[in-house]
């Protein structure tokens, strides 16, 4: 019980600290796209690369599958969103990008996304290229050691990135965010507004 408290403390103290860091870069780098280029591989083992972050609003989330809740509640709710959105959303492409590569091999992350969402993608790929990629983006990501190795944690961002039609940086939806806000967000994101 203790532990899932901490947990949950932990996660709202990351949501805001990514919050403020990313409201911290929006206000000075207004209209430049978001990131550095990278050269990932989708769910599918197909390259992608910054470029399927133009031409469309994005929503990107970083995390991981074997996250035991932030990870599945938020793409859970972000494709809810987009259903309820239907129309008002059509343009915006959802991304799922591990800071877990070693075990979210491109097969295990299209297992996981099908199961989520159809609007959804999956990327991975070498993992020292997603790392370079995510700390690009602003993304707090750290390895918490378990019992075993492989019986780990990942302590992350837990804030989805909102790109406009040029890659720009133009907010987030936090964590536990107010359900209308958040289709609020992605409505004007859709609007390029």
Same mark, same amino acid.
């Given at each position: 019980?203790?532990r899932s408290?901490s947990?949950?403390i932990?996660?709202?103290?990351?949501?805001g600290?990514g919050?403020?860091?990313?409201?911290w870069?929006a206000?000075?780098?207004?209209?430049?796209?978001f990131?550095a280029p990278f050269?990932?591989v989708?769910?599918?083992d197909k390259p992608?690369?910054?470029?399927?972050?133009r031409?469309?609003?994005s929503?990107?989330?970083f995390g991981?599958?074997?996250?035991?809740?932030?990870c599945?509640t938020?793409?859970f709710?972000l494709?809810a969103?987009?259903?309820k959105?239907?129309?008002?959303a059509?343009d915006v492409?959802?991304y799922?990008?591990?800071i877990d590569?070693?075990?979210?091999t491109p097969?295990v992350m299209?297992?996981y996304v099908?199961?989520v969402?159809?609007?959804?993608?999956?990327?991975?790929?070498?993992p020292?290229? %997603?790392?370079?990629?995510?700390?690009?983006?602003?993304i707090?990501f750290r390895?918490?050691?378990g019992?075993t190795a492989?019986d780990?944690?990942?302590?992350?961002t837990a804030?989805?990135?909102?790109?406009?039609r040029?890659?720009?940086? %133009?907010?987030?939806?936090?964590?536990?965010?107010?359900?209308?806000a958040a289709m609020?967000?992605?409505?004007r994101l859709?609007?390029?507004?």
């Amino acid at each position: 019980m203790m532990r899932s408290i901490s947990v949950a403390i932990l996660a709202l103290m990351i949501a805001g600290i990514g919050w403020l860091t990313f409201d911290w870069y929006a206000q000075r780098h207004s209209g430049e796209a978001f990131g550095a280029p990278f050269a990932l591989v989708d769910q599918f083992d197909k390259p992608i690369t910054q470029s399927a972050f133009r031409g469309h609003p994005s929503a990107l989330f970083f995390g991981y599958t074997h996250c035991p809740e932030v990870c599945p509640t938020t793409l859970f709710e972000l494709d809810a969103w987009l259903k309820k959105l239907g129309p008002q959303a059509k343009d915006v492409k959802a991304y799922f990008i591990t800071i877990d590569p070693e075990r979210d091999t491109p097969q295990v992350m299209n297992q996981y996304v099908s199961n989520v969402s159809k609007r959804i993608t999956g990327i991975s790929g070498d993992p020292a290229k %997603v790392e370079a990629m995510a700390k690009s983006f602003g993304i707090y990501f750290r390895k918490i050691p378990g019992d075993t190795a492989d019986d780990y944690t990942m302590d992350h961002t837990a804030s989805v990135l909102l790109l406009d039609r040029n890659g720009a940086f %133009v907010g987030t939806i936090a964590y536990g965010e107010d359900e209308k806000a958040a289709m609020a967000k992605l409505k004007r994101l859709e609007d390029g507004a």
